[in-house]
């Protein structure tokens, strides 16, 4: 989520649930709406409690989905750099196809994959080259046999590839599931609210605001959090982002340049292919 974005968010919250909390305090009883004070701090730490171990819970789930998705993105880019280095034992012209279909993947998966990820889709444009990577595999093969072990790498590492691409586009599809988030926001709502009650015209403001500031923060701040860590690919700070994949890009310019070989690359910057 954008930090400043959030901020605004937190900011606004606090200054609605502030303003709130004086205009019930200026209808509140003097002394409060309780008669025992420990009773209702024990009821509020039960409340506390439990959105915290709710929060805990929900939090664990979603981080586990976000280092998936990262771990996910890096094996998919190492598999594509050890493709990349084995297509350069592919016979002829296959070799400069292989590679520069490869250096297109790359760049599809930035540009194009990486934006559809955000509504749990995938790019039409990289599946287009993972299907011309794959004609290439079978070119290869039928030209030498399924037992070389070029065309044995090959598919071992096309095999980690859609392993990698499969698992973090299913991550992009996952969320928080509506009955958590539910959850979530009735115990937010009960313990925002519960301070509510806590309003007294005989308190001094200063420390009435500052507790209902602090508590609404926590809480705002909290919910904030679970919502980046359960959308890893919203394409905001904090997302998983392009940078393992920019690197195979960069990894595979080297290994082009260090072998004096000129992949035959048939499209932009954005993976969108040309013509031929």
Same mark, same amino acid.
């Given at each position: 989520?954008?930090?400043?974005?959030a901020a605004? &968010?937190?900011?606004a919250?606090?200054?609605?649930?502030v303003?709130l909390?004086?205009?019930?305090?200026r209808?509140?009883?003097?002394g409060?709406?309780?008669?025992?004070?420990d +009773?209702?701090? %024990?009821?509020?730490? $039960?409340? %506390?409690?439990?959105?915290v171990i709710?929060?805990?819970?929900?939090?664990?789930l979603? $981080?586990?989905?976000?280092?998936?998705?990262?771990?996910?993105?890096?094996?998919?880019?190492?598999?594509?750099?050890?493709?990349? +280095? !084995?297509a350069?034992?592919?016979?002829?012209?296959?070799a400069?196809?292989a590679q520069?279909?490869? @250096?297109c993947?790359?760049?599809?998966v930035?540009?194009q994959?990486?934006?559809?990820?955000?509504?749990?889709?995938?790019s039409?444009? !990289?599946? /287009?080259?993972?299907?011309?990577l794959?004609d290439?595999? &079978?070119?290869q093969?039928?030209?030498?046999?399924?037992?070389?072990q070029p065309?044995?790498?090959?598919?071992?590492?096309t095999? /980690? +590839?859609?392993? %990698?691409?499969?698992?973090? &586009?299913l991550v992009?599809?996952?969320?928080?599931?509506? #009955?958590?988030?539910? #959850?979530?926001?009735? %115990?937010?709502?009960?313990?925002?609210?519960w301070?509510?009650l806590?309003? /007294?015209?005989?308190?001094?403001w200063l420390?009435q605001?500052?507790? =209902?500031?602090? @508590? !609404?923060?926590?809480? @705002?701040a909290?919910?904030?959090a679970v919502?980046v860590?359960?959308?890893?690919f919203?394409?905001?700070?904090?997302?998983?982002?392009?940078?393992?994949m920019?690197?195979?890009?960069?990894q =595979?310019?080297?290994?082009?340049k260090?072998?004096g &070989?000129?992949?035959?690359?048939?499209? /932009?910057?954005?993976g969108?292919?040309?013509?031929?």
């Amino acid at each position: 989520m954008n930090p400043w974005l959030a901020a605004g &968010v937190i900011i606004a919250s606090v200054v609605v649930m502030v303003a709130l909390m004086f205009l019930v305090r200026r209808r509140a009883r003097p002394g409060g709406r309780f008669s025992d004070s420990d +009773r209702a701090s %024990g009821i509020f730490g $039960f409340l %506390g409690a439990g959105f915290v171990i709710l929060l805990g819970f929900v939090i664990f789930l979603g $981080f586990g989905t976000y280092e998936s998705g990262a771990n996910h993105s890096d094996a998919e880019a190492a598999a594509v750099v050890a493709q990349f +280095r !084995t297509a350069a034992d592919f016979n002829g012209n296959l070799a400069q196809n292989a590679q520069g279909e490869l @250096v297109c993947y790359a760049r599809s998966v930035i540009a194009q994959e990486w934006p559809s990820m955000r509504n749990g889709e995938r790019s039409p444009v !990289t599946e /287009d080259w993972v299907v011309a990577l794959d004609d290439t595999g &079978v070119e290869q093969q039928t030209a030498t046999s399924t037992n070389a072990q070029p065309v044995k790498n090959w598919w071992d590492s096309t095999n /980690d +590839r859609q392993l %990698g691409r499969s698992g973090r &586009v299913l991550v992009s599809e996952g969320q928080i599931p509506t #009955l958590l988030w539910a #959850l979530l926001v009735i %115990g937010a709502v009960l313990v925002v609210g519960w301070v509510l009650l806590y309003a /007294d015209p005989e308190e001094d403001w200063l420390a009435q605001a500052s507790m =209902m500031a602090g @508590v !609404t923060t926590l809480v @705002v701040a909290s919910l904030l959090a679970v919502q980046v860590v359960a959308s890893p690919f919203s394409g905001e700070s904090g997302s998983v982002d392009t940078g393992s994949m920019e690197y195979a890009l960069v990894q =595979m310019d080297q290994f082009a340049k260090a072998e004096g &070989v000129a992949p035959a690359v048939y499209c /932009d910057k954005a993976g969108l292919p040309l013509a031929k």
